[in-house]
């Protein structure tokens, strides 16, 4: 049996909180090309486990949001707002409650700013808050690691998109996924991802031997 401690495509929703352009030469927590990877990542693991996910931006006029992670849900305009908090914002509020989610995982731009905010805010409403640390990053290193130290002190959850992708798939038996999250780990997995073309090297090349 499932337990409810454990995060299923089916019991949460993903907020991806402003991953723009201006946030991101700011950060110096992470490097700018682990962000982007780790945020387009995620955003395409919620898409195939079909996680209601909403994207927010700030200030959009004066910087865009990352084309990759925008490329995932073209159809969705972000909801840009003017404030740091983004739980203070109705619509952002009102399309939580309209998925109906208790658990919400979160990551964003920057960690000890825009994404400690409404993480505080859904903590105090009784939200199960988990954030994806490396999808976010801080203007410093002491930034970040004092928004995640804050942030899971409060009773927030931390993970890495990793951990969030296979606690979703859980199973490789889960066929009607499986392939996509592997090709996903592939392109933005890291040393998992390395080895598992590798692998499918190795297939096609004793397949071509056939």
Request: charged share 25%; net charge negative.
């Amino acid at each position: 049996m499932t337990k409810d401690s454990l995060l299923t495509p089916d019991n949460h929703a993903v907020l991806l909180i402003d991953h723009q352009y201006l946030q991101l030469l700011a950060v110096r927590s992470h490097t700018n090309e682990s962000v982007v990877n780790n945020t387009t990542f995620l955003a395409k693991a919620a898409k195939i486990f079909k996680v209601p996910t909403l994207l927010t931006t700030a200030f959009a006029e004066r910087q865009a949001l990352f084309q990759e992670v925008q490329a995932v849900f073209p159809e969705q305009t972000p909801i840009d707002r003017t404030g740091l908090n983004s739980w203070e914002d109705q619509r952002v509020l009102d399309w939580v409650k309209q998925t109906g989610k208790k658990k919400l995982v979160m990551a964003g731009l920057w960690t000890e700013v825009c994404l400690s905010m409404p993480v505080m805010s859904a903590l105090e409403d009784d939200y199960e808050v988990y954030i994806v640390t490396d999808a976010s990053g801080g203007g410093s290193t002491e930034g970040h690691e004092r928004g995640v130290q804050r942030m899971v002190q409060a009773g927030a959850q931390p993970l890495t998109v990793a951990a969030y992708v296979s606690e979703l798939q859980r199973d490789w038996s889960r066929e009607e996924t499986a392939d996509d999250v592997a090709k996903l780990f592939g392109e933005h997995g890291g040393g998992f991802g390395q080895g598992l073309r590798w692998e499918w090297q190795l297939l096609d090349l004793k397949e071509g031997t056939r």
